[in-house]
């Protein structure tokens, strides 16, 4: 820019009108090259920033969920474990002995469902096969946990996420597991599909499909919408058939799905 200046300054120097015009125009098309360049910078700062913004709050909601479970869960059940030992020794002080075998008994089995719970949520929270062997495998755990103890048949069609950046992975992961959760809640499905490619533009679309009773309630699905914003995508809900049935379309951008 200042050499265009200078240039203008000797056209007026010398009289020479098109040298003169000629510097200045130079020195405004630089000036507005200048110009764009920067907006473009605070347009990434700002979309930075706000990136940002959402990863914090997203984050801060996973805790307040972990923390919700953790008192809902487990430790409602060592609250009630602890009142039910109090009732064996009280039964075994008075000789009634075959109630405080009961009682110890059913201590037990809540105990033993306390530490699955545990194990699921530690699972959930870093399943050391995403971490060693990747997306693929991760899912396919999944998968085979939530079939064998619902007794329903999981189709998985996940190939095209092996090329997915690794945060977009973690993401994704999570919000399956979320859905196949909601899929069992919901009630009673026989069938999940869980399809992942890519889209007009490069997107990544994950569709994930039931037949069991669809969802009317629109907070299950804010935990999702929450994590799609995460990575700038979006989530849509709609009926899977005419039916019944729940189908989540979770579409994923391809500068934050690929990195």
Do not use: C, W
Request: cysteine-free.
């Amino acid at each position: 820019m200042a050499a265009a200046a200078l240039v203008a300054l000797a056209g007026l120097a010398s009289g020479s009108a098109f040298v003169t015009f000629g510097g200045l125009a130079a020195a405004i098309v630089f000036a507005t090259v200048l110009a764009v360049y920067l907006l473009q910078q605070q347009e990434v700062e700002a979309e930075r920033s706000r990136l940002s913004g959402q990863l914090i709050t997203a984050e801060q909601d996973e805790r307040r969920r972990l923390a919700l479970f953790l008192h809902d869960v487990p430790v409602q059940a060592m609250s009630g474990i602890a009142l039910m030992l109090d009732g064996v020794v009280a039964a075994i002080e008075n000789g009634r002995y075959e109630d405080a075998k009961d009682v110890l008994g059913r201590a037990v089995t809540t105990q033993r469902e306390t530490i699955r719970e545990l194990r699921n949520l530690s699972f959930a929270l870093e399943p050391v096969v995403l971490r060693d062997q990747g997306f693929g495998p991760a899912v396919q755990a999944l998968a085979d946990q939530v079939g064998l103890s619902h007794k329903v048949r999981i189709d998985l069609d996940i190939d095209a996420a092996e090329a997915l950046a690794e945060r977009a992975q973690i993401v994704l992961y999570q919000m399956i597991r979320e859905s196949l959760d909601a899929a069992i809640r919901r009630g009673s499905p026989t069938r999940i599909s869980v399809a992942i490619g890519e889209v007009n533009g490069g997107a990544v679309e994950t569709l994930i499909t039931d037949d069991g009773s669809g969802e009317r309630r629109r907070r299950v699905f804010e935990a999702l919408e929450e994590r799609a914003r995460t990575l700038q995508g979006h989530v849509d809900v709609e009926r899977s058939s005419d039916e019944g049935g729940t189908a989540v379309r979770i579409t994923l951008p391809p500068y934050t799905a690929r990195g």
